[in-house]
């Protein structure tokens, strides 16, 4: 993996959200990808639970903003700071994100691992 690689990641990732586009999500991810949205839940795995994750996400979030700043590359993984801001729907929750992802990529350019660490501010 290699800092251009990541960042088309990240902003393929961000598009998706932004989109709303849960097929989009998912593909970014490869087949048997593992995705760990808290430490405390065990991580999701292949793209038809992830799939099924970003459904949800598309049909209670909108007005998403997304962005990111890459702290480190490696062969092996990327860390990135992520921030992002949505109305949560029902009840029009403005909400706040500040987070970490820890991302590895294949030869492809899709994701195996994702683990992600954040914090919430909601008004």
Request: aromatic content about 14%.
């Amino acid at each position: 993996m290699d800092r251009t690689s990541f960042e088309s990641w990240l902003e393929a990732y961000g598009r998706a959200w932004r989109d709303r586009n849960p097929q989009a999500a998912a593909n970014l991810f490869a087949e048997d990808g593992t995705y760990q949205v808290t430490p405390f839940v065990e991580a999701m795995r292949g793209r038809a639970a992830i799939l099924e994750y970003w459904s949800h996400v598309a049909q209670t979030e909108q007005d998403i903003q997304f962005g990111y700043e890459v702290l480190a590359v490696t062969a092996e993984a990327g860390i990135a700071r992520w921030c992002a801001s949505f109305v949560i729907v029902p009840p029009g929750l403005q909400t706040r994100l500040d987070g970490i992802f820890l991302i590895s990529l294949d030869t492809n350019g899709c994701c195996t691992s994702l683990r992600e660490w954040w914090h919430k501010e909601q008004k």
